[in-house]
């Protein structure tokens, strides 16, 4: 499919009817659709088999388009300035008058919030007059989506429209801050947490207390591609894959490059595409090498230690 107009039409098309979608991010892919219905919503959880206690995170164009539905603070409009649009979703308190259907919130007053920074997105967020409640567009906690490839693989013709966006820059889901009670990060992602906590610390008008929050994504087992895997590795035994942070020049049919300098961002938009590609390949088991624990190999540690959860 074309990058034009005439398949954002379509997308359109689709949403208005109460469909479900696909649509390039950043990130990863999304299962998206109208965040105000109940009945497309309801689509997302059934496509997903996604449990109706896990909230979705709801895509805005911009802050103004925010405002009818959440509750904004100082630190919130710190952090998007500096970091939206981009890889970073919010928690926020949600507005009594929001229209943002209770299926995406589970019932409750805080909503995950994020601004993506995909140009197609961007594109479609700004020609409808409602936001998207769009999770990663694959079944509950199987590996994420970078291309739409990988969301075929995930449904096939049980989703009616892919907006081929090409695979995703970063490949890891978006970091969620919560700003509701005192500013904490709740999930690791594309932004260095070391950047997002400066910018919590520097905050005049932070607020007090702890605030219990259900997140998106929180399961323990996530981003698995269901095969047993071994973390901080040093070796492979025999018909193990092994996952590596760097290319070698000796060359291993059961190898795998996250990168081929040691280049961490590279290694993360990698990640879950060699995941998938070691599944379709049929290997068993998994090793994997030690992940530098800084920036987004925070983020990458994170996914493959969920990932290999049992």
Known sequence: MKNDDSNIKKTIKYLNNDECVAIPTETVYGLAANAYS??????????????????????????????????????????????????????????????????????????????????????????????????????????????????IDEFGNKIKFVLEGGSSKVGLESTIVNLVGNPNILRLGGIDSKLIYKFIKSSKNKQKGKVNVRMPGSSKLHYSPDIPMRLNAKKNNHGEAFILIKKRKKINKNHFYLSKTK??????????KILRKIKKKGYKKIAVEKIPNIQIGEAINDRLLRASKK
Do not use: W
Not at 56 to 78: A, T
Not at 263 to 272: F, T
């Open 38 to 151: 109940k009945k497309a919503v309801s689509k997302i959880f059934k496509l997903k088999k996604r449990p109706s206690n896990n909230p979705l995170i709801v895509h805005y164009h911009n802050i103004n388009q925010l405002k009818k539905d959440c509750e904004l603070n100082d630190v919130f409009k710190r952090l998007y300035k500096k970091f939206c649009p981009g890889a970073i979703s919010f928690v926020l308190k949600k507005k009594k008058t929001s229209r943002i259907s209770r299926n995406v919130t589970n019932d409750s007053n805080l909503v995950a919030v994020r601004f993506p920074s995909h140009h197609l997105t961007r594109k479609l967020l700004k020609k409808i007059d409602y936001p998207l409640a769009a999770p990663s567009a694959n079944i509950s906690s199987s590996i994420s989506p970078v291309s739409k490839h990988d969301v």
């Open 263 to 272: 280049n961490l961002r590279e290694a993360a938009k990698n990640l879950y």
